[in-house]
């Protein structure tokens, strides 16, 4: 396994982690998606860069077009429970309210 890839790896896992056990605010648990999302668009990109596949080269650009509308549709929900609620803690969220 190359640096570069034990990096990504890495990086994909401590986001990972950091979405399952600091999940205290609606922000830090949308950081860590971002996370995730950014380093599987590196890991494609690099991954088709070496395999020479330049049919397959718009499918990281599709990734980072959806986690750009997947990070605006979470701050989007972020300001929205903010207004509602008074605070972004999950804990203090209810999905059965209205």
Sequence with gaps: MTPVHF???STFVLGLAGFTL???H???ALLCLEGMMLSLF???S???LQMNFTSLSTTPLLLL???ACEASAGLALLVATARTHG???LKSLNLLQC
């Design 7 to 9: 990096t990504l790896s």
């Design 87 to 89: 605070t972004n803690r």
């Design 46 to 48: 690099l991954w088709l």
């Design 22 to 24: 600091h999940r205290f």
């Design 42 to 44: 590196a890991t494609i």
């Design 26 to 28: 609606l922000l830090s």
């Design 65 to 67: 077009a959806f986690s």
